[in-house]
């Protein structure tokens, strides 16, 4: 009596690990591509801001090379001849003024959210859910009217 040895209907190890690394090299090659593509604006206005003018408006010159010496006189432009700094402080303040008024407003909602129970907390949490899903823009525009009754428009806030 001859008998067969018994086989698996499953794959093997080494076939799982293999689809385990094409989709892990995919996955990674997509994130690097698009980090790169994201990347490109950056590069470009590093690479230009060392540009003389010249550099910059000759037609024939080409856009990746430095044909003239890099200088650092676009950069002295930016910091001394204009409101750069002003700008980048008031960003700066604003920015810490707003996440502070966030924080002060949204832990004590949170934590009342979480502390709710039984189906008013349910259905409270599934409409500040559902808020998330309205285009920004369309709450941007009567939000403009807002900042406009305020007198904030075209001011420091």
């Given at each position: 009596m001859a008998t067969t040895p018994?086989?698996?209907?499953?794959?093997?190890e080494s076939a799982g690990r293999g689809k385990r690394?094409?989709?892990?090299?995919?996955?990674?090659?997509?994130?690097?591509?698009f980090s790169l593509f994201a990347?490109?604006?950056?590069?470009?206005?590093?690479l230009t801001m060392?540009?003389?003018n010249n550099d910059l408006y000759n037609p024939q010159n080409n856009p990746f090379l430095y044909n003239d010496?890099?200088?650092?006189?676009?950069?002295d432009l930016l910091w001394n001849d204009t409101s750069y700094r002003t700008f980048i402080l008031n960003?700066?303040?604003?920015?810490?003024?707003?996440?502070?008024?966030?924080?002060?407003?949204?832990?004590?909602?949170?934590?009342s959210l979480v502390r709710l129970s039984g189906r008013f907390g349910?259905?409270?949490?599934?409409?500040?859910?559902?808020?998330y899903?309205?285009?920004?823009?369309?709450?941007?525009?009567?939000?403009t009217g807002v900042v406009a009754d305020l007198g904030l428009q075209n001011s420091k806030w």
């Open positions: 018994a086989t698996d209907d499953y794959p093997s690394v094409l989709a892990r090299t995919v996955l990674y090659g997509t994130a690097i591509f990347a490109i604006p950056f590069a470009w206005m590093i060392f540009k003389t010496p890099p200088t650092l006189a676009n950069l960003t700066f303040i604003i920015a810490l003024v707003v996440m502070a008024i966030t924080v002060i407003a949204v832990v004590p909602a949170a934590y349910e259905n409270m949490g599934i409409l500040i859910f559902l808020v899903l309205v285009p920004p823009t369309l709450l941007f525009i009567p939000l």
